[in-house]
């Protein structure tokens, strides 16, 4: 499946965005979404993940409270809401997909096999 990540942009802190993953091609649906980020330097860090059914989802601490992760399958389509972004926050925002990943390798980005190309993320204090 090919990924493409959108709605990036340049906020203030407070502020919020909403990401997109969208598939061109192949059944999304039975695909599990995680997102990452990377910032200049340092390593790609696990965001969020979502079930293929919705039932599960999984937050990194640094966003619990503020992101919420969401799919809708029939318009093969992955959601980030951030709310409250903080100049932390800043970074390239990345999906990535896998129809084999395991619930305890989720926080991985070893694991996924489809990677979109990311989306720019920056917020400002």
């Known amino acids: 499946v090919q990924l493409q990540a959108s709605g990036g942009g340049l906020v203030q802190a407070g502020a919020s965005l909403r990401l997109s993953c969208t598939a061109s091609e192949g059944t999304f649906r039975n695909y599990r979404v995680g997102w990452f980020r990377q910032a200049p330097g340092k390593e790609r860090e696990f965001v969020s993940f979502i079930e293929w059914n919705s039932r599960r989802t999984n937050y990194a601490d640094s966003v619990k409270g503020r992101f919420t992760v969401s799919r809708d399958n029939a318009e093969n389509t992955v959601l980030l809401q951030m709310n409250s972004l903080k100049p932390e926050d800043s970074a390239v925002y990345y999906c990535?997909?896998?129809?084999?990943?395991?619930?305890?390798?989720?926080?991985?980005?070893?694991?996924?096999?489809?990677w979109g190309q990311g989306t720019l993320v920056t917020v400002s204090s």
């Open positions: 990535a997909a896998s129809t084999s990943i395991i619930w305890s390798s989720i926080r991985y980005p070893r694991n996924y096999a489809n």
